[in-house]
């Protein structure tokens, strides 16, 4: 499983546009790359997964590059409630569901 | 909805007592689970692998004779902590892949406080 490096911790303001980068150098060729979302006293939460380039759904984006040895996750204009830990994955998708966490990204969103 | 239910949320025990904490997969069938421990401000620690029908794989460093992991079904997994300690109050977290029709996804459960007293 691929080792994982993130920001400790990021501040940003309510309105704002926050990308959290995840670097992933040991990334294998059948590796996905998968963002959840922690708040206190909850199990993560599901927030995107992609391969390569960008994916986007109703609540982030996911940009790769080509190299894939990092990854972007993009929260678009950020509430008080988007105040959690961010988690950046990677694991081989389709495995039984194993993951192991890094640190994580705590962010902050102030008014 | 929840695709994976932890019961209870929270629970207190006595030291030197021992607690179930369960871990239910709705809607689907889950031949693996994951148990995972959390101390306040860190990480999700791995703890082990449910394997339906046979015994769990523990993480190195993980006691399986205190963790017992029970996994009897395809929808339910149970982690019981055998004479709890203070040290062993933790939030305690599983977690399983959802099925196809929900796109392959990792789903966690809300987690279980334990607190040993």
């Known amino acids: 499983l691929a080792k994982t490096t993130q920001p400790i911790s990021m501040d940003s303001y309510e309105g704002q546009e926050v990308n959290i980068t995840c670097s992933h150098n040991?990334?294998?060729?059948?590796?996905?790359i998968t963002w959840y979302q922690q708040f206190p006293s909850q199990g993560p939460r599901f927030i995107i997964q992609?391969?390569?380039t960008k994916v986007t759904n109703e609540v982030a984006s996911l940009f790769i590059p080509a190299d894939r040895k990092s990854s972007t996750l993009s929260l678009p204009r950020v509430s008080l409630s988007d105040t959690a830990v961010y988690y950046c994955?990677?694991?081989?998708?389709?495995?039984?569901?194993?993951?192991?966490f890094g640190q994580g990204t705590t962010l902050q969103v102030k008014p | 909805g929840a695709v994976v239910s932890q019961h209870p949320s929270r629970v207190i025990c006595k030291s030197g007592t021992s607690v179930k904490i369960e871990c239910r997969s709705l809607?689907?069938?889950?031949?693996?689970m994951f148990w995972y421990r959390q101390f306040p401000k860190q990480s999700l620690m791995l703890m082990a692998t449910?394997?339906?029908?046979?015994?769990?794989?523990?993480e190195q460093g993980v006691e399986k004779d205190k963790f017992l992991i029970n996994h009897a079904s395809l929808t339910l997994s149970t982690l019981t902590v055998t004479s709890a300690h203070p040290e062993d109050s933790s939030f305690y977290i599983c977690?399983?892949?959802?099925?196809?029709?929900?796109?392959?996804?990792?789903?966690f459960g809300e987690g279980s406080w334990l607190t040993v007293v």
């Open positions: 977690s399983a892949r959802g099925p196809q029709g929900r796109g392959n996804t990792i789903y």
């Open positions: 040991n990334i294998a060729t059948n590796d996905y």
């Open positions: 992609g391969y390569k």
């Open positions: 994955l990677v694991a081989l998708r389709g495995n039984t569901g194993k993951l192991i």
């Open positions: 809607d689907f069938q889950a031949t693996t």
């Open positions: 449910s394997n339906e029908g046979s015994k769990a794989t523990y």
